[in-house]
């Protein structure tokens, strides 16, 4: 059986999960799969599960766990993910993990990487955050902006602020995140391949140390 090397980016919206997973899946060509990105790419598309989805993220609630686990499972069965996959923004809840944990396979290779911001940085990084409409690269309008306003330095794309990245929103999603997704970390963190580490350094000091973890685990 083939081992595939699986990566979990834990941590609150705006610990730098994406930032990060950009990284790896470069450095590591594993396919990123944010369950974030695949809702806004129904939402956008106006599909039946977008229509749903919509109201759940633009109040900063979690969108229920039986959609979720029915989108991530047939993506994680799709060929490109035969050596492995990095999972950015799933699990969220325990529910999401325990069946998350039924997919896998002994040979598996399991890493959590729990990315530790506290929640004051959290709202300052989220209130000027960028995204790419196009390649979804997140930015920031003063710790990483890009090279011409409003531009994607990767791909040409325009920058958009998401409708739930307002002070509203994040407070919410903040709560959700430690009434729901914070037990996590005691549900992994006697897992050999569990990690905590500083998120509130710069994208390549977290990035050092996050490959170390991966090798020194492995
Ligand atoms: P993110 O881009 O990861 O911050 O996710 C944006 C929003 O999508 C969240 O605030 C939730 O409404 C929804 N969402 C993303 N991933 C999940 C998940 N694993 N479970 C439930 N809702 C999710």
Same mark, same amino acid.
């Given at each position: 059986?083939?081992?595939?090397?699986?990566?979990i980016?834990?941590?609150?919206?705006?610990?730098?999960?994406?930032?990060?997973?950009?990284?790896?899946?470069?450095?590591?060509?594993?396919?990123?799969?944010?369950?974030?990105?695949? @809702?806004?790419?129904?939402? +956008?598309? =106006?599909? %039946? $599960?977008?229509?749903?989805?919509?109201?759940? &993220?633009?109040?900063? /609630?979690?969108?229920?766990?039986?959609?979720?686990?029915?989108?991530?499972?047939?993506?994680?069965?799709?060929?490109?993910?035969?050596?492995?996959?990095?999972?950015?923004?799933f699990p969220r809840t @325990?529910?999401q993990a325990? +069946?998350l =944990?039924? %997919? $896998?396979?002994?040979?598996?290779?399991?890493? &959590?990487?729990?990315? /530790?911001?506290?929640?004051?940085?959290?709202?300052?990084?989220?209130?000027?955050?960028?995204?790419?409409?196009?390649?979804?690269?997140?930015?920031?309008?003063?710790?990483?902006?890009?090279?011409?306003?409003?531009?994607?330095? +990767?791909?040409?794309?325009? $920058?958009?602020?998401?409708?739930?990245?307002?002070?509203?929103?994040?407070?919410?999603?903040?709560?959700?995140?430690?009434?729901?997704?914070?037990?996590l970390?005691?549900?992994?963190?006697?897992?050999?391949?569990?990690?905590?580490?500083?998120?509130?350094?710069?994208?390549?000091?977290?990035?050092?140390?996050?490959?170390?973890? $991966?090798?020194?685990?492995?």
């Amino acid at each position: 059986m083939t081992t595939r090397t699986i990566i979990i980016l834990l941590g609150p919206p705006g610990s730098g999960k994406g930032s990060q997973a950009a990284l790896i899946k470069s450095h590591m060509r594993l396919p990123h799969l944010s369950t974030g990105d695949l @809702l806004r790419e129904n939402v +956008a598309a =106006q599909s %039946a $599960l977008g229509k749903i989805a919509k109201s759940y &993220i633009d109040h900063g /609630k979690l969108v229920p766990d039986a959609i979720i686990l029915d989108m991530i499972m047939h993506r994680i069965e799709q060929e490109d993910c035969k050596k492995g996959f990095l999972l950015d923004g799933f699990p969220r809840t @325990l529910v999401q993990a325990q +069946a998350l =944990q039924l %997919a $896998l396979s002994a040979s598996d290779q399991l890493f &959590i990487i729990n990315l /530790k911001v506290d929640d004051a940085m959290i709202i300052e990084r989220i209130s000027g955050r960028l995204i790419c409409s196009k390649c979804m690269t997140p930015y920031h309008l003063r710790f990483a902006p890009p090279k011409a306003a409003n531009v994607c330095d +990767a791909c040409g794309g325009e $920058l958009y602020q998401r409708a739930d990245d307002t002070y509203e929103v994040i407070a919410k999603r903040l709560a959700v995140y430690h009434q729901q997704t914070a037990p996590l970390i005691e549900f992994y963190q006697n897992y050999p391949g569990f990690s905590t580490i500083d998120g509130t350094r710069s994208k390549e000091a977290i990035f050092n140390e996050l490959v170390n973890a $991966l090798h020194i685990k492995s």
